[in-house]
């Protein structure tokens, strides 16, 4: 499996991002996809989660309110649309995939794939 995420980029705050991870390969249908962050000289956070068979969403409370995760099953990708973007938002994104499905994990050891970072900075 491959994952390659992509949207990243410099924005005002206030401002919207999307953000998008396409994944290849053979998978499951039960996986979870997710979108972790890491902000300068901190530790790496969980963003938000689906379920790829369910549908289900979960959201760090950080975010909750103004990100929303979906889904493109034609393109086979996973997209982060960031809305009312925040300079605490600022950090490197990456997308994670999870073959163990059924519900969506904040740790990130769960996660079996990792995509590329993309950089997201957000200005004051």
């Known amino acids: 499996v491959q994952l390659q995420a992509s949207g990243g980029g410099l924005v005002q705050a206030g401002g919207s991002l999307r953000l998008s991870c396409a994944a290849s390969g053979r998978t499951s249908s039960s996986y979870v996809m997710a979108w972790f962050r890491r902000p300068p000289e901190k530790e790496r956070e969980f963003v938000a989660g689906f379920t790829w068979s369910g549908g289900s969403t979960y959201y760090a409370d950080s975010v909750k309110g103004r990100f929303t995760i979906s889904r493109d099953n034609a393109r086979n990708t996973v997209n982060l649309q960031m809305n009312s973007l925040e300079p605490e938002d600022t950090a490197i994104y990456y997308c994670?995939?999870?073959?163990?499905?059924?519900?969506?994990?904040?740790?990130?050891?769960?996660?079996?794939?990792w995509g590329n970072g993309t950089l997201v900075t957000v200005s004051s």
């Open positions: 994670a995939l999870a073959l163990a499905g059924g519900r969506i994990y904040s740790d990130s050891r769960r996660y079996n794939y």
